[in-house]
DNA sequence: GGTAAGATTGTCT
DNA sequence: GACAATCTTACCG
């Protein structure tokens, strides 16, 4: 399953919004580990979110992905058709693509399970607020591929 | 030891 | 637009 990332927020040291603001536990232990491994938690005990480990204890969330490849392998997992709908969204990006908590801390250059890679750069982005939070805590961390069909859509819709 | 809230999604009104 | 599903962590007693 191949796809390229059009939609992700960051969550940085000493932001509220992180699930590293106060201090290590067992499920966010990832955030703490190296740079470039991945961090996997699950959100409402339901679904499973995609994080990249950067200077820890930061992190970017996967937010959505643009399918490229796989599509039948994900609309299996989804149990949708809409290829829109197959990944818009942290929650249907991870069940799309098949991560679990067995994910948790794997790096993310290991072709064999997690690749993520520099493709061609997106020049036209756009920056908003975050999703998913009180309204205090929010910073403008949040970065969309303009014009894309495949970000989520957030509470009010991605701005321009 | 008990309760409230959360980086979400799907369904119903 | 509102709410349930479901489980882990945070916080209070």
């Known amino acids: 399953m191949i796809g390229r990332i059009v939609e992700a927020e960051a969550y940085g040291r000493g932001d509220p919004g992180s699930h590293a603001y106060r201090g ?3 499920r966010n232990a990832s955030m703490f580990g190296p740079a470039g491994r991945a961090y996997v938690y699950i959100s409402h005990g339901i679904h499973h979110c995609l994080n990249v480990v950067c200077d820890a204890p930061s992190a970017v969330l996967l ?44 790096p993310i250059h290991r072709r064999d399970r997690l690749w993520i890679a520099a493709g061609e750069p997106v020049r036209d982005m756009a920056v908003t607020l975050r999703v998913g939070m009180s309204d ?6 949040r970065f969309v591929e303009r014009g894309t069909r495949f970000a989520s859509r957030g509470v009010s819709g991605p701005r321009r």
């Open 136 to 141: 205090a805590v929010n910073r403008p961390w």
């Open 63 to 106: 937010r959505a992905v643009e399918p490229l490849e796989g599509l039948e392998a994900m609309a299996l997992r989804r149990g949708v058709d809409e290829p829109r709908l197959l990944c818009a969204g942290p929650g249907r990006l991870a069940q799309a693509m098949g991560i679990t908590l067995a994910d948790d801390g794997v």
């Open 24 to 26: 290590p536990t067992p």
